[in-house]
């Protein structure tokens, strides 16, 4: 197979995956969000969030056992394309989903929840306690904010574009770390076939 044939395979199984891991974290991430309504939901989202990188490394080595065999080799930076061109895939899907939500669904909600929760009486002191920290404060009031429940307050208007942004940005921050880890992981040299 030449090296442009197992670009095109590699990304074609790349962008399968990459689909694969996008609705697994989109279902996190509506976990996540889902908690500040119903507290349930709260473990199930951090679970299913801190596992996508597994998610990924099983996807990777799923591409790598269906396109070698066990004794050819598996390269380093077949991997790591694999796993890069993943993470980017699943972004997209992710980041429309983000912008969906908060463009036609979320009108102001998650905000809300999120200053509701933090002016509950059992939160409230912990608040209290952070807005203490002049250095915390500082980083509030950079944004514009004098105070915590305000910050969140503030996000009532921020365009859905901008939430799609940060999922994209983040992703092109953490994708290139996280894709050595699991190239490293699944790499293979060639082995040999024993004799019978």
């Known amino acids: 197979m030449t090296s ?21 974290s989109i279902l996190a991430i509506a976990c996540s969000v889902g908690s500040l309504w119903y507290p349930v939901l709260s473990l199930p989202g ?8 597994v998610l990924a490394w099983m996807l990777t080595k799923r591409f790598r056992e269906r396109v ?30 983000v912008y969906i939500y908060f463009g036609f669904f979320d009108d102001g909600a998650l905000a809300t929840a999120y200053v509701n929760y933090l002016s509950s009486p059992e939160v409230a002191p912990q608040v209290k306690e952070l807005e203490s920290d002049p250095a915390f404060m500082q980083a509030i009031t950079a944004t514009g ?13 921020v365009p859905p574009a901008s939430y799609s942004g940060m999922i994209i940005s983040t992703t092109l921050f953490t994708a290139p770390i996280i894709s050595l880890f699991i190239a490293l992981l699944t790499m293979r040299g060639a082995r040999r076939k024993m004799q019978g």
């Open 68 to 97: 070698t065999s066990p004794f050819e080799p598996f390269t380093f930076g077949r991997g790591y394309l694999h796993t890069l061109l993943m993470g980017l895939y699943a972004c997209v899907w992710i980041a429309i989903a």
């Open 145 to 157: 904010a004098s105070s915590l429940t305000e910050f969140f307050d503030n996000l009532h208007g």
């Open 4 to 24: 442009q044939e197992k670009m095109r395979q590699t990304n074609a199984f790349a962008m399968q995956n990459g689909m694969l891991l996008g609705l697994w």
């Open 46 to 53: 951090q679970v299913a969030v801190m596992l996508s990188p």
